[in-house]
């Protein structure tokens, strides 16, 4: 049924754009460790956010986390 595959979709998949909310202490490689199981990623939410600084992020922040496209 239609409500069988809405329960289906993994909506935290990498596949989709989310929203992340920046903590106290988070850095962009933690953002990109927990969102893609890799730090090394951190690039690609710096640039799909426009932020020319890694370090450009405070608490409260909203980050988009963009799908990974192979």
Wanted: glycine share 4%; aromatic share 4%.
């Amino acid at each position: 049924t239609l409500a069988d595959q809405i329960k289906e979709i993994n909506f935290q998949s990498s596949d989709h754009t989310r929203l992340h909310l920046v903590t106290e202490g988070e850095t962009l490689p933690l953002i990109a460790q927990d969102a893609f199981g890799d730090a090394r990623l951190w690039r690609v939410i710096a640039e799909h956010n426009n932020l020319a600084d890694a370090r450009d992020i405070a608490p409260g922040m909203r980050l988009e986390l963009p799908p990974l496209v192979s």
